[in-house]
Structures are given as structure tokens and as C-alpha cells.
């Protein structure tokens, strides 16, 4: 895969409505050394908590076959014969589609009853070769999975829904059958033509948004969504503190301005520095100042200034308790975690000058040393979100 | 028409927890007639609480350009009173 590129890969539930949880589960892996990425959505018969189980299961074993390189026979029959029998149906079955994409870009794509996955290129629905195979040993009538092959290409997006968004609004006047695959294509094309750098967190949103209006925001399924777009990577820079050596202030600087993405600075002294050698302004903004956090500050060609150490541990701490983008805080510390969510590659520039007034024993709170609160920031990164991080002191 | 008054704080770490969070919320602690007078802007670090030739007892506020160490709501409020008097 062209390293130059990186996939973003998100998803969405919503459970049908009245149930508690969602019946479809969505799984990602990436595997570092490999530098592959394999990702399944499965749909569990029924709904509610058996349903979840179900998927649940699936997606599991599913991804761990596939990933150890089992034969797509081998999986489907394990998976079948471990899931548990429904009670009142006497059958036990999930759906499941599973795609993997290894470091040369090849796309492998298995489907089992899932609605057919799209590969959105160019504004068009790709048209995939489907091979047929039929599974023997598979104690369903329902023995046929399909697979796709393809090379990815940039800028492409791939879809995967379950059911319950291809069949959202069946049964209304207007749609007998529901909004159905072609609904779902015309509105992925209308969305992506009027926004054409739309993310994919925000692709899978409006679409899981859309299934719900349709259905009268009361789902008669449970309705997931998974894309995958291959792109760009977005880039984010952090600088806090000034550089040792007071001649590396120029350098900090070019490193700023010469940086293309977007930008944090976090630290008032370091602002200042940096505002003095690009011949900028910094202004401490009070207007909608919210206690908990020093102020932010304005500064042009940087996207955000704030205070340092205070702001930056507490950035450490709200990234070891959240697990999403969507729990993120309405303060300065969210709106640094939602830029850091919302980039590929985050990287860090950390001077080293020790603040003489922060050593003071008389302070009321412990200040920590910035290096190790950078370390953890980009241990929660890396490990957490799966993002990719540098960092460069100075 | 009474002269405007600058009241500007430190939003640097140290001031700001020495005590320096409070300041920026000074107008809420004065009357209307007096908070209209002024004008509230933050400051990055002067360097005053960490330069040891010149250490001042942090949080730092300035009232039209006067250095007030160690200052708290109440002390601002004094010299802010003070001030609008004149």
C-alpha cells in the first residue's frame, strides 16, 4: 500500500428501536506489522441481546481467522456450528461480510447474506466481479458466500451496511420495499458530489441519520454502517514549550509556518516566542472563557493556542477515560482531543527549557514534567485510537 | 463620562493556579456602573514570578499598567473602586 496514503476506517450502530443494544457489531483490526487491515460487520438473527451475542460472536471468530489466514470454508463453518441455536427459530445463524486489505492494497472481500458491500470510485459505484462458492458443509439451505477482489485505489470509499439500513422504510406508502441498495447508492453519490473530502465518520453518520429519518427515527431493524476511505492522511502539530537552546526559537518557528496541517500551540511562553519570530500577534481571548482551563488564545496561522502543562495533562487524562470521539468535552482540552481524533498523524514538538517557577515547592498542585506527559498522550494515541505519532524535542 | 480602566491577568500556568483562575471572572464582582468602565484582557507570562532578580508573588494583574502582586478578587476590587472614584 502506498505509505503515503492511510485509511480511515469508522462505524456506526444504532439498535432497533425499543432495544437496548444494537444486534450488528462492527470489528477493525489493524496489524502493524503487516501493515494490513481487515474489518468485519456481521448481523446477528434477531435483535436485543441474542442478536448481539450472535454478531457479536461472529465478528469475533471471523476476525481471527481471518486474520491467522484460514480458508473463508473453514471460517463459516466454525463460526456456524459454535453459534448458539436460536429458541424459537431452531436455527442459529449471522450474517457476516468480511474485507481485507493487505499492504499492497489487494482487497479480499467475503459476504455471507449481507447486503453487497460498494466501492465508491470517482464519484461511481465500482462493479465487482462476484465468484460464487458454495459450502458444502455448511448445515443451512443458505450455503452461498460471494467474493470480491479489487486493487485499491486513492481516494476510494467502501461501504458496508447491514440490512437494516437497505431495508429502512419498508412497508410506507411511498417505498413498498424500503430505501433499498439503489436509495442507499443515490444518496452516498448526492452526499460524497456535494461533499467530496466528507470523512468517513461523517459519511457513516449521515447515512445511519438518513436510515433513521426514513424509518421515523423509530428503526425497525437494527441499522449499522462501516466505511473505509482511502486517503490523504490529515496532519496535526503540537508544540509546547520553548526549545533549550534560545537559537532553536527560528527553527521552532519554520517548523510552524513550513508545516502542512493543522496546529496547535500550547504553552503562553512558547506562544510568544513563536508569535515573535513570525511576526504575529498572540491575544488572549476571555470572551468565552470557561473556568477548569487558562484561557486560549488567537494567533493567526496557528489553529489553536493555549496554556501548557495544565491544559496538556489534562488532555492525558480525558484520552485515558474516553473511548470515542463522541465523548468528548465542550472545553479547550476536548477541542484538542477532537483535533488529535480528527488527524492520522500527530506530531509532537516538545522544548525543553525547564520553568524555573514550576519548581517552586510552595505550588499548590504538582506540575509534571511536559516530556512525560507527551509520552502518555502519545501512548493513548497509538494504542488507544490507533493513530500514528513522532516526537521531536527540542 | 468616567475614564476606562485596563485590567489585565496573567493566564500563564504559575498565576493561574496560584489563584489566577478567579481573575477573569473580577466583573462579576463588581457593580454594573463599575464593570462597564472596564476593559478585561488576558496576558501571556511576563517572566516577573520566574525571573529571581524580580520574583513577584504570583498571581499578577496589572490596573492601567501598575503591577499588583499577589492579587485576588478582592484586592482588585479595592484598587478598581479606588481608580473609578477619580
Wanted: hydrophobic share 35%; with cysteine; charged share 25%.
Amino acid at each position: 500500500m502506498n505509505s503515503a496514503f492511510v485509511i480511515e476506517a469508522e462505524n456506526i450502530s444504532q439498535a432497533k428501536a425499543g432495544e437496548a443494544i444494537c444486534g450488528d457489531a462492527i470489528l477493525f483490526k489493524k496489524i502493524k506489522e503487516e501493515n494490513r487491515l481487515v474489518a468485519v460487520v456481521a448481523d446477528g438473527l434477531g435483535s436485543g441481546v441474542q442478536a448481539n451475542i450472535s454478531a457479536t460472536m461472529t465478528s469475533t471468530m471471523a476476525l481471527q481467522f481471518t486474520i491467522a489466514g484460514e480458508p473463508v470454508e473453514r471460517t463459516a463453518e466454525f463460526i456456524t456450528n459454535t453459534l448458539p441455536l436460536d429458541s424459537k427459530r431452531k436455527v442459529s445463524y449471522s450474517t457476516f461480510s468480511i474485507l481485507d486489505i493487505n499492504y499492497r492494497g489487494e482487497v479480499k472481500i467475503v459476504e455471507y447474506d449481507n447486503p453487497p458491500i460498494l466501492v465508491l470510485r470517482n464519484g461511481e459505484f465500482l462493479d465487482l466481479e462476484r465468484q460464487e462458492k458454495v459450502l458444502d458443509n455448511l448445515q443451512s439451505k443458505r450455503n452461498k458466500v460471494y467474493q470480491y477482489n479489487f486493487i485499491l485505489e486513492k481516494e476510494d470509499r467502501i461501504i458496508m451496511v447491514s440490512d437494516g439500513v437497505t431495508q429502512c422504510g419498508m412497508g410506507s406508502d411511498d417505498m413498498h420495499f424500503g430505501w433499498q441498495l439503489a436509495g442507499l447508492k443515490s444518496y452516498i453519490q448526492e452526499t460524497v458530489l456535494e461533499r467530496p473530502h466528507i470523512s468517513a465518520r461523517e459519511l457513516a453518520d449521515n447515512i445511519i441519520n438518513k436510515t433513521c429519518s426514513i424509518d421515523n427515527d423509530r428503526l425497525k431493524d437494527d441499522a449499522s454502517c462501516c466505511v473505509l476511505y482511502y486517503r490523504r492522511p490529515r496532519k496535526l502539530l503540537i508544540v509546547t514549550g520553548p526549545p533549550f537552546h534560545k537559537e532553536n526559537d527560528s527553527v521552532l518557528a519554520s517548523e510552524i509556518s513550513n508545516f502542512n496541517g493543522k496546529k496547535i500551540i500550547c504553552g503562553g511562553t512558547t506562544s510568544k516566542i513563536v508569535a515573535k519570530n513570525l511576526n504575529a500577534n498572540v491575544e488572549i481571548d476571555l470572551s468565552n472563557y470557561k473556568p477548569g482551563l487558562p484561557p486560549q488564545a488567537q494567533m493567526q496561522g496557528v489553529d489553536l493556542v493555549t496554556e501548557g502543562i495544565i491544559t496538556l495533562a489534562k488532555v492525558s487524562e480525558e484520552l485515558n477515560i474516553i473511548h470515542s470521539i463522541t465523548e468528548t468535552k465542550d472545553s479547550l482540552s476536548g477541542q484538542i482531543i477532537r483535533m488529535m481524533l480528527e488527524s492520522d498523524e500527530i506530531n509532537f514538538i516538545s522544548g525543553t527549557r525547564i520553568n524555573n517557577a514550576h519548581q517552586d515547592p510552595n505550588l499548590p498542585v504538582e506540575l509534571e514534567i511536559r516530556r512525560n506527559v507527551i509520552k502518555r498522550i502519545a501512548h493513548h494515541l497509538e494504542n488507544k485510537f490507533l493513530k500514528k505519532t513522532s516526537t521531536k524535542y527540542l | 463620562m468616567k475614564k476606562e480602566i485596563e485590567v489585565k491577568v496573567c493566564c500563564g500556568t504559575n498565576c493561574y493556579i496560584m489563584g489566577g483562575s478567579e481573575l477573569h471572572l473580577i466583573k462579576e464582582h463588581l457593580t454594573e456602573e463599575i464593570a462597564q468602565l472596564i476593559s478585561l484582557k488576558g496576558e501571556n507570562c511576563s517572566g516577573n514570578c520566574h525571573d529571581f532578580s524580580r520574583t513577584q508573588k504570583p498571581p499578577l494583574a496589572w490596573i492601567n499598567g501598575e503591577m499588583i502582586e499577589n492579587a485576588s478578587i478582592e484586592k482588585l476590587k479595592k484598587e478598581i473602586v479606588a481608580r473609578s472614584h477619580k
